[in-house]
């Protein structure tokens, strides 16, 4: 018996439909509640993980002033802020988040596959941030060794959280790992298995191409993380030594002998690498669609950026050693990893060069969405260049554990992605609350956080060339740094803070819009693909009402010349407007 | 492309057209149900998961600063007088193998639509993975009680022979036991007639993850026992 295709099928398949409030809003299987949950869980963490880096900021900039603050709680600080970021905020908002909100809607699917499991998934990372929290109330406190982790310093008395900390820790991650494979899988399945007639993979919108990719990266490189975490909770509670050599500790010779600390190195890094292309291709991808419909034009090459897309993923899994070069691995290996570390710039110019022409002659509206886009383009495309200097061996070796490393990062992998995720919550705003946020209150916010994050991170690239070290609780006196650089230290404390404030702005505008905003109406981008052209403004439970979206084109049918309108949906059955017009890639 | 109503999926084509023609389909991209399509994933995904394992066992061996023991002669049995090297792992693999034939003929089975059948082979494939497990827990009381091998140390030379051994061994042995499990449900689903009209792809699907477990057995027994 030949399987038949969900989108063939007679209108067989049961709705779940939802009718208490506690099946509706809490043990809900919907995506787009789900997808709610995962986002507002987020939010909610990353602020914890804002007031982190704040009190880092206040340490840094006037040392021995704070007494709460001591190096302990300092290492503390750093470690959590830098594992609630990149995990438990980025990577949930962007695939948990608008993974799942996306995927169904964008696909033209009533939900994901298995919903259920779905569900679970949410719970399960619930309960992975709940953890979490908890280590900062166990006794020593979360750990204080570095969102790295490395071994044997980590499990070793003398790091902060070196007891329950690390164990709490290592234990959520494990926890998080198969939320996000529960979650994975329905998403990856549904894309591939579920989209409605006519969506062909070319079809598709960039972001589910983005948020695609970064989801397949994760299965493969979360597996890495899992085992090392599984290592280390037997090297701390078994006393097994597959991290830690021969280890003399507070004068005693300890009973570990023979492990290696450079693996668990390799394995963390062959999961982190990968790590940072899935929170940077689910961006990728929801700019590209922000840049086609607020500048009223196709995406410049969508081919180019669809491959782009699948090969910088692929690429990321030979690179992971570029974070070693330090480490003491082999030279040669060096050599190796910066060749293929500069191999990626490649596929990352094409797609940046096609942004940029995306806007060329676009007829440009600046609004919110638009204004974080523009301003992901400038971050993305500073934080890209200073790599090239980090992805040299011989340009690292002085820059390494400075804060140009720091300054690099933040630049590339925090700040250009949350760039998108504010675009791409206030583009899709009006789809997920049915209510228009107010503009005026979104630009203020857009020029405070991006003017606010240059001040902070351009001068943390001076400070690093001057070798300012990074994760240093106070410098105190040191004849290598100038003293110029702790009033620069001051400037960026100020520049963090107002950055950090000027969130509320956000929050402010999200409040403001669920009371007070004017209905958007279910279309108010004038946008193309299907997640607007559902019959309900917000998406009721299934999506699309009795019968599924029927696709007739490409996702980016902008001012087509001769049509009616400056834009013709996706599921509008006149003549035209699909990719063969369109895309310049082709010729 | 105005045939946008043109799904490839209802054309059977091989080769290299028959896999571009899946890709550029709309709808679905491989002609299989869902949670085929998932296990699939779960398996690639899960594949990694044994690789770390067993990159960091090969890592550890070569790391670590005091000799490996002998796998023949610590994997050795006393059977009526005779010293024989590897005897039960091999017993192991062999009845591990042998499920994943009774596997695949339930599978058949499960296709040609005879209930009761498949349901006892799944059964007979449960049974042996059972006995797989229960003399991995033979193998492991030997080694705990008798040579004294704990995670942490080891009285015949590494200490990582038994943390990598237990480990790993270990994990896969929890994959069997969810297997066992899995096996155990779908069968009596089966035997229950729960399938009937819902076609049979369910026992192929539990099928993948049964051949996976043995796959990864290979190579562990490969890369443990035998280096």
Request: charged share 10%.
């Given at each position: 018996m030949a399987f038949v295709a969900i989108a063939d099928?007679?209108?067989?398949?049961?709705?779940h439909d939802p009718h208490t409030f506690v099946s509706k809003y809490i043990w809900s299987q919907d995506h787009k509640v789900i997808a709610i949950q995962y986002g507002g869980t987020a939010v909610l963490v990353g602020l914890v993980a804002l007031v982190l880096s704040g009190m880092m900021r206040l340490q840094l900039a006037f040392p021995d002033y704070f007494s709460f603050i001591r190096p302990n709680e300092y290492y503390q600080f750093v470690t959590m802020h830098g594992m609630i970021m990149v995990i438990y905020l980025l990577t949930a908002l962007f695939l948990g988040g608008f993974g799942n909100y996306l995927i169904p809607l964008m696909c033209g699917a009533r939900d994901m596959v298995f919903p259920y499991m779905n569900m679970l998934s949410f719970w399960a990372y619930l309960v992975s941030v709940i953890i979490l929290m908890s280590s900062f109330f166990v006794p020593g406190g979360p750990t204080g060794a570095g969102w790295t982790l490395y071994p044997p310093g980590t499990i070793l008395p003398g790091t902060p959280g070196s007891d329950m900390g690390i164990l709490l820790m290592l234990l959520s991650l494990a926890v998080f790992i198969v939320a996000f494979t529960m979650g994975g899988l329905n998403y990856v399945t549904t894309v591939f298995q579920a989209r409605c007639q006519g969506m062909t993979l070319m079809r598709m919108p960039l972001s589910i191409w983005g948020i695609l990719t970064a989801t397949v990266l994760g299965l493969l490189a979360f597996p890495a993380l899992l085992v090392s975490a599984i290592m280390m909770i037997f090297d701390k509670t078994l006393g097994t030594s597959f991290f830690m050599p021969a280890v003399l500790s507070m004068g005693q010779a300890l009973d570990h002998q023979g492990g290696s600390p450079i693996l668990f190195q390799h394995l963390f890094w062959f999961f982190g690498h990968p790590e940072v292309y899935i929170v940077a291709l689910p961006a990728f991808g929801i700019v590209s669609d922000l840049l086609s419909v607020h500048a009223r034009k196709n995406i410049f090459g969508y081919r180019m950026m669809v491959w782009a897309i699948v090969g910088i993923g692929a690429l990321s899994f030979v690179v992971w050693a570029h974070h070693m070069y330090v480490s003491g691995m082999n030279p040669y290996f060096g050599f190796f990893f910066a060749t293929t570390t500069l191999i990626i710039a490649i596929p990352t110019a094409i797609k940046v060069y096609n942004w940029v022409l995306t806007l060329w002659q676009g007829n440009i509206r600046l609004n919110v969405p638009m204004l974080f886009s523009i301003g992901f383009i400038f971050t993305f495309v500073h934080g890209g260049l200073t790599g090239l200097f980090l992805g040299n061996v011989t340009v690292d070796l002085p820059l390494s554990d400075t804060y140009f490393v720091i300054g690099h990062f933040h630049m590339v992998m925090g700040v250009s992605p949350i760039m998108v995720l504010f675009g791409a919550i206030y583009h899709w705003l009006p789809k997920i609350t049915g209510k228009m946020f107010n503009e005026t209150l979104g630009k203020i916010h857009f020029w405070c956080t991006f003017l606010g994050t240059y001040a902070i991170y351009l001068p943390m690239h001076y400070l690093g060339i001057l070798g300012v070290p990074r994760r240093y609780y106070a410098y105190g006196l040191s004849d290598f740094i100038p003293a110029s650089a702790q009033s620069m230290n001051v400037g960026i404390t100020i520049a963090a803070l107002f950055v950090g404030v000027s969130q509320l702005l956000f929050i402010i505008n999200i409040i403001w819009t669920l009371t007070k905003g004017k209905p958007a109406g279910s279309n108010p981008w004038e946008a193309?693909?299907?997640?607007?052209?559902?019959?309900d403004t917000p998406p009721k439970h299934g999506n699309w009402g009795h019968n599924l979206p029927v696709v007739y084109r490409w996702a980016y049918a902008y001012s087509v010349p001769g049509a009616a309108l400056d834009y013709i949906t996706q599921t509008d059955p006149q003549k035209g407007g699909d990719i063969e017009e369109g895309d310049h890639g082709k010729h | 492309m105005q045939e946008a109503t043109s799904t490839g999926s209802t054309i059977e084509q091989h080769g290299h057209a028959g896999l571009v023609a899946d890709w550029a389909a709309d709808k679905q991209t491989f002609t299989m149900p869902w949670g085929k399509a998932m296990m699939w994933i779960f398996l690639l995904s899960d594949t990694f998961i044994f690789s770390c394992f067993l990159t960091g066992y090969m890592s550890v061996r070569t790391t670590t600063t005091t000799p490996w023991p002998v796998p023949s002669e610590v994997f050795a049995l006393t059977i009526a007088g005779h010293h024989i090297p590897l005897i039960l792992i091999a017993i192991m693999t062999f009845i591990l193998i042998s499920s994943s034939g009774s596997m695949a003929m339930a599978v058949n089975c499960g296709y040609r639509g005879e209930r009761k059948k498949t349901a006892l082979l799944m059964v007979i494939t449960a049974l042996f993975g059972a006995s797989f497990v229960g003399m991995q827990a033979f193998e492991w009381t030997k080694l705990i009680v008798e040579e004294g091998i704990r995670p942490w140390g080891n009285p015949l030379g590494a200490p990582q022979f038994g943390s990598s051994f237990f480990m790993i061994t270990g994990f896969h042995g929890m994959h069997v036991s969810i297997g066992v499990i899995y096996l155990l449900v779908v069968a009596f689903k089966v035997w229950r007639g729960d399938y009937v009209s819902r076609g049979y792809e369910i026992v192929e699907i539990t099928g993948l993850y049964w051949h996976f477990v043995d796959l990864v057995w290979v190579f562990i027994f490969a890369f443990f026992y035998l280096w």
């Amino acid at each position: 018996m030949a399987f038949v295709a969900i989108a063939d099928r007679d209108h067989e398949q049961e709705h779940h439909d939802p009718h208490t409030f506690v099946s509706k809003y809490i043990w809900s299987q919907d995506h787009k509640v789900i997808a709610i949950q995962y986002g507002g869980t987020a939010v909610l963490v990353g602020l914890v993980a804002l007031v982190l880096s704040g009190m880092m900021r206040l340490q840094l900039a006037f040392p021995d002033y704070f007494s709460f603050i001591r190096p302990n709680e300092y290492y503390q600080f750093v470690t959590m802020h830098g594992m609630i970021m990149v995990i438990y905020l980025l990577t949930a908002l962007f695939l948990g988040g608008f993974g799942n909100y996306l995927i169904p809607l964008m696909c033209g699917a009533r939900d994901m596959v298995f919903p259920y499991m779905n569900m679970l998934s949410f719970w399960a990372y619930l309960v992975s941030v709940i953890i979490l929290m908890s280590s900062f109330f166990v006794p020593g406190g979360p750990t204080g060794a570095g969102w790295t982790l490395y071994p044997p310093g980590t499990i070793l008395p003398g790091t902060p959280g070196s007891d329950m900390g690390i164990l709490l820790m290592l234990l959520s991650l494990a926890v998080f790992i198969v939320a996000f494979t529960m979650g994975g899988l329905n998403y990856v399945t549904t894309v591939f298995q579920a989209r409605c007639q006519g969506m062909t993979l070319m079809r598709m919108p960039l972001s589910i191409w983005g948020i695609l990719t970064a989801t397949v990266l994760g299965l493969l490189a979360f597996p890495a993380l899992l085992v090392s975490a599984i290592m280390m909770i037997f090297d701390k509670t078994l006393g097994t030594s597959f991290f830690m050599p021969a280890v003399l500790s507070m004068g005693q010779a300890l009973d570990h002998q023979g492990g290696s600390p450079i693996l668990f190195q390799h394995l963390f890094w062959f999961f982190g690498h990968p790590e940072v292309y899935i929170v940077a291709l689910p961006a990728f991808g929801i700019v590209s669609d922000l840049l086609s419909v607020h500048a009223r034009k196709n995406i410049f090459g969508y081919r180019m950026m669809v491959w782009a897309i699948v090969g910088i993923g692929a690429l990321s899994f030979v690179v992971w050693a570029h974070h070693m070069y330090v480490s003491g691995m082999n030279p040669y290996f060096g050599f190796f990893f910066a060749t293929t570390t500069l191999i990626i710039a490649i596929p990352t110019a094409i797609k940046v060069y096609n942004w940029v022409l995306t806007l060329w002659q676009g007829n440009i509206r600046l609004n919110v969405p638009m204004l974080f886009s523009i301003g992901f383009i400038f971050t993305f495309v500073h934080g890209g260049l200073t790599g090239l200097f980090l992805g040299n061996v011989t340009v690292d070796l002085p820059l390494s554990d400075t804060y140009f490393v720091i300054g690099h990062f933040h630049m590339v992998m925090g700040v250009s992605p949350i760039m998108v995720l504010f675009g791409a919550i206030y583009h899709w705003l009006p789809k997920i609350t049915g209510k228009m946020f107010n503009e005026t209150l979104g630009k203020i916010h857009f020029w405070c956080t991006f003017l606010g994050t240059y001040a902070i991170y351009l001068p943390m690239h001076y400070l690093g060339i001057l070798g300012v070290p990074r994760r240093y609780y106070a410098y105190g006196l040191s004849d290598f740094i100038p003293a110029s650089a702790q009033s620069m230290n001051v400037g960026i404390t100020i520049a963090a803070l107002f950055v950090g404030v000027s969130q509320l702005l956000f929050i402010i505008n999200i409040i403001w819009t669920l009371t007070k905003g004017k209905p958007a109406g279910s279309n108010p981008w004038e946008a193309t693909t299907l997640e607007w052209l559902t019959p309900d403004t917000p998406p009721k439970h299934g999506n699309w009402g009795h019968n599924l979206p029927v696709v007739y084109r490409w996702a980016y049918a902008y001012s087509v010349p001769g049509a009616a309108l400056d834009y013709i949906t996706q599921t509008d059955p006149q003549k035209g407007g699909d990719i063969e017009e369109g895309d310049h890639g082709k010729h | 492309m105005q045939e946008a109503t043109s799904t490839g999926s209802t054309i059977e084509q091989h080769g290299h057209a028959g896999l571009v023609a899946d890709w550029a389909a709309d709808k679905q991209t491989f002609t299989m149900p869902w949670g085929k399509a998932m296990m699939w994933i779960f398996l690639l995904s899960d594949t990694f998961i044994f690789s770390c394992f067993l990159t960091g066992y090969m890592s550890v061996r070569t790391t670590t600063t005091t000799p490996w023991p002998v796998p023949s002669e610590v994997f050795a049995l006393t059977i009526a007088g005779h010293h024989i090297p590897l005897i039960l792992i091999a017993i192991m693999t062999f009845i591990l193998i042998s499920s994943s034939g009774s596997m695949a003929m339930a599978v058949n089975c499960g296709y040609r639509g005879e209930r009761k059948k498949t349901a006892l082979l799944m059964v007979i494939t449960a049974l042996f993975g059972a006995s797989f497990v229960g003399m991995q827990a033979f193998e492991w009381t030997k080694l705990i009680v008798e040579e004294g091998i704990r995670p942490w140390g080891n009285p015949l030379g590494a200490p990582q022979f038994g943390s990598s051994f237990f480990m790993i061994t270990g994990f896969h042995g929890m994959h069997v036991s969810i297997g066992v499990i899995y096996l155990l449900v779908v069968a009596f689903k089966v035997w229950r007639g729960d399938y009937v009209s819902r076609g049979y792809e369910i026992v192929e699907i539990t099928g993948l993850y049964w051949h996976f477990v043995d796959l990864v057995w290979v190579f562990i027994f490969a890369f443990f026992y035998l280096w």
